[in-house]
């Protein structure tokens, strides 16, 4: 018969077994999903429980095995909080490679600091966050949170896959609302993965996701949000920061908007109104009118990143920004707006995704959307977009981080879905002219003229504000194909009124050209060679897309050092495919002069994986013929 002491001791000793256990050891992940993968998620369990119109709770259950310092940012061991939203618990606990535990960490060793950075001046939103340093790979962090809001109008999207080249092993999402709040739903890639639907009800909804191999991130693909499983949700009646609302069609979601959120925010000082009426004068033209005042509020105030307001949606209020001289986009659009109203010009707020990847405002799912706020203006049957965040942005003009996507309009009387300005893919141009001269040593001495318009502005304007050493290093990227370079005047015109940006820029370099007995030989093509640098991406998964097409012309005159002929001279060419158009032309003309012409034609568009090689091989054709080389022989 055991005696009590030895059974205590026995029991005492099965529990220390049992809580040293190891859950985690990196030894049981499957090799499928370690291939490709900078971390794997072990569990990700989300539960949402919507309490009601007012009250929100958000339980998070995240296991994640990390092997490699790439792999940290999958672990997303944080919570945000605002005067809204508390975090009501938070920690982890970290494993070693066998899965045996080596550190527990709570709240208190969490960091908090300030969502945002330096550009803020003040902010009421903050995250807790993990940082932690490795001893050692691969390790586990299991992760758990608890989030209460107040706030119902951002119900978090269900990604259980959010990063490339991380591996799922299981993944799931319940959520538990009322029944009369209108919850609604909408997913999106589905079909390739292993999602499962378990209860889809009047007041659940739940999915589980298991086995989902790491993706891995291929050149040109869309972004993860067009590639990965998600579940967008949303509630018809929702409640933000003492503010109920309702998004059951885009049209009463915009007169809540109008009426809850931005009403009251436009007034002026009397002093403010007299003055740009004053400027605006005798003007009777709507778009006259708008462009005084843009250029006013241009030399006016500068942007900065403020996060006070009702969830980032409600801008400062006009009078503070006419006081302090800064703002949002938020507050700088609805200062605008307002130094239009004192004209008596019609202007509306307007939410979308800003992103030089164009991304849609959903338009069959109405719900708080968009992270970016910018001004239309009707014109016609059209409308005139401001960039209202920007001190050098020419009148009306949309670069890529705004152009070609679905934004929502907030008009008084409600919200419509338009889509804002597509620049033509012929209307994206560069335009080169130029001189060069190779002299007998092969050296180089040049001018070129580069006139950049459409979505080619967009990347030329910036250079102008580059400081001295930065212009120099980005003309010596773009034309490393010209060693020894050496830029000997820049000069810029920035045309606003045409929205036209010119390079005119003098360069030389020393041994331009190959010497070899009595032959030189150099590439013809010395201001716009394209590098061909499409990567061979064997068993390619993922679509491409080729965001913006562009139009690129060249007309070069060549001075061919004296006391040499032409021995051989590259031929003519022509391309043409579903991808664009390309060809060159080599004029002789008398006294060894040259001229060269170039044509250079992209479409956008979307494609298939089975058409990236295609590509690929078109835009190495290209490359080839740019870097096609002339043979002289010395007399």
Known sequence: MKSPVFALFFLFFSLITVAQKSEYPASTISDSLKENANAVVRLDQTEITILSQRSMNAKNHRVVTVFNEKGFDATEAYEFYDKSTSVKNIEAIIYDASGKEIKKIKRKDFKDQSVVGGGTLFSD?????????????????????????????????????????????????????????????????????????????????????????????????????????????????????????????????????????????????????????????????????????????????????????????????????????????????????????????????????????????????????????????????????????????????????????????????????????????????????????????????????????????????????????????????????????????????????NIRFTEDIQLSALNYATISANKMIFPLDAFNQNSGNVKRIRNRKNPFQIQRGYLDTDEIEINLPAGFTIEFLPSNYELKGKFGEYKTEIIKKENNKLTYKRYMFLNKGKYSNKEYDEYRLFMEQVSRNDNAKIILTKN
């Open 125 to 497: 939103s903050r995250y807790v966050f993990l940082d932690y340093t490795p001893i050692s790979y691969p390790y586990t962090i299991e992760f758990s949170s608890e989030v209460q809001t107040s706030s119902t109008a951002f119900i978090p999207r269900w990604m259980p896959l959010r990063n490339f080249a991380v591996s799922i092993e299981n993944s799931s999402l319940n959520v538990i609302y009322p029944n009369d709040l209108g919850f609604k739903k909408k997913e999106f890639q589905f079909s390739n993965f292993n999602i499962k639907k378990i209860t889809d009800t009047n007041t659940q909804l739940s999915y589980t996701a298991s086995n989902i191999l790491a993706q891995k991130q291929e050149d040109y693909s869309p972004s993860y949000k067009d590639l990965f499983p998600n579940v967008m949700m949303a509630l018809e009646r929702f409640h933000l920061e003492g503010v109920d609302g309702t998004a059951t069609n885009w049209t009463d979601f915009g007169k809540w908007y109008s009426e809850k959120i931005l009403a009251g925010t436009t007034d002026l000082p009397e002093e403010t109104k007299t003055k740009i009426k004053a400027l605006v004068g005798d003007e009777k033209d709507p778009i006259k009118k708008a462009k005084i005042v843009y250029d006013f509020v241009q030399k006016k105030s500068r942007y900065v990143s403020i996060q006070v307001g009702i969830g980032g949606w409600k801008p400062m209020l006009a009078t503070d920004v006419d006081r302090l001289g800064y703002g949002d986009c938020k507050a700088l659009t609805n200062y605008t707006k307002a130094l239009l109203q004192a004209v008596d010009v019609p202007s509306y707020n307007t939410v979308l995704y800003g992103d030089s990847y164009k991304t849609n405002i959903e338009s069959d799912f109405v719900a708080m959307q968009g992270n970016h706020m910018i001004l239309s203006i009707p014109s016609g049957n059209h409308y005139t977009w401001l960039e209202c965040t920007s001190q050098d942005d020419p009148f009306g003009y949309q670069g890529t981080f705004t152009d070609d996507r679905d934004v929502l309009i907030i008009k008084p009387e409600g919200g419509e879905i338009v889509r804002t300005k597509i620049y033509a893919d012929t209307g994206n141009t560069q335009i080169d002219k130029g001189i060069y001269t190779i002299d007998e040593n092969g050296n180089f001495s040049g001018s070129i003229s580069i006139v950049s318009e459409g979505s080619q502005y967009n990347s030329k304007a910036r250079i102008e504000h580059l400081q001295p050493t930065e212009k120099e290093a980005r003309y010596k990227e773009y034309w490393s194909n010209i060693n020894n370079l050496k830029l000997v005047k820049i000069n810029f015109t920035n045309d606003k009124e």
